[in-house]
């Protein structure tokens, strides 16, 4: 049976913005791993394995559901030893809850100032209506006004992104002269914004910039393949 790799998707099936489901398709590519994909929009996550998980990513793996992106990839870590690990031993897999933590609490909460309202306009109607009620209750105002002074914010954002533009000054990547799993975690939210949102998050002459580039190139290009919001 094929493993199967629900995602979140907007109103075109193509456009797989989830930086969670991000991270787990560059971990299958990663690990070498043939997979299926399934585009899923918000109102239908409800859908998969009758109720199985109230968020995308979810792997279908031979009639194994697993849900949460790094349940994921130490459960293809520990299925798959005898190819390309992840996290290079126990230490780069404690090294990459560290990064986890700090994307999801650095990265990901100033991207999400600004590109929210980008993100509301690539949905399906329906998924607009539940995108734009759960977010705004939670946000306490507009998702245009959230995102209204995105370009004030763009230099903080970027400063914040200093600790691994300094790291990238004496490596490739994350990993070391190669990625690991810890790498897709930052690489995640980064496509997210780009397929998202025409915004520019990243100044052309950054190193993150051509960190973000190379991992763009992994793979056949399998991330580039996936166009950048216009």
């Known amino acids: 049976m094929a493993i199967l790799l629900y995602e979140l998707c907007g109103r075109d099936p193509e456009r797989i913005f989830s930086p969670h489901c991000w991270k787990v398709r560059m971990a299958l590519a990663h690990k070498g791993l043939e997979f299926e994909t399934r585009p899923t929009p918000f109102t239908k996550i409800s859908e998969i394995g009758n109720g199985f998980s109230k968020t995308v990513p979810v792997l279908d793996d031979d009639g194994e559901l697993i849900r949460e992106s790094f349940d994921i990839a130490l459960h293809l870590e520990r299925?798959?030893?005898?190819?390309?690990?992840?996290?290079?031993?126990?230490?780069?897999?404690?090294?990459?809850?560290?990064?986890e933590r700090w994307s999801f609490f650095t990265v990901h909460p100033q991207l999400m100032r600004c590109i929210v309202a980008d993100i509301h306009s690539i949905l399906g109607d329906e998924d607009q209506t539940y995108f734009r009620t759960s977010r705004e209750e939670r946000l306490g105002k507009t998702l245009e006004a959230f995102q209204a002074d995105r370009q004030d914010r763009v230099d903080a954002f970027r400063e914040s992104l200093k600790p691994l533009r300094e790291m990238l000054a004496i490596q490739p990547f994350i990993g070391g002269e190669g990625p690991l799993f810890a790498d897709y975690i930052v690489f995640g939210p980064l496509q997210?914004?780009?397929?998202?949102?025409?915004?520019?998050?990243?100044?052309?002459?950054?190193?993150?910039?051509?960190?973000?580039?190379?991992?763009?190139?992994l793979y056949g290009g399998m991330a580039a393949k996936t166009k950048a919001a216009a």
């Not at 031993?89 to 404690?94: H, K, S, V």
């Not at 997210?192 to 190139?217: E, M, Q, T």
Request: charged share 25%; aromatic share 12%; glycine share 10%.
């Open 79 to 99: 299925k798959h030893p005898d190819r390309p690990s992840l996290f290079g031993g126990p230490g780069g897999e404690a090294m990459a809850h560290f990064i």
């Open 192 to 217: 997210w914004a780009r397929v998202a949102s025409p915004f520019k998050a990243l100044a052309d002459d950054d190193p993150v910039a051509d960190w973000f580039g190379r991992c763009l190139a």
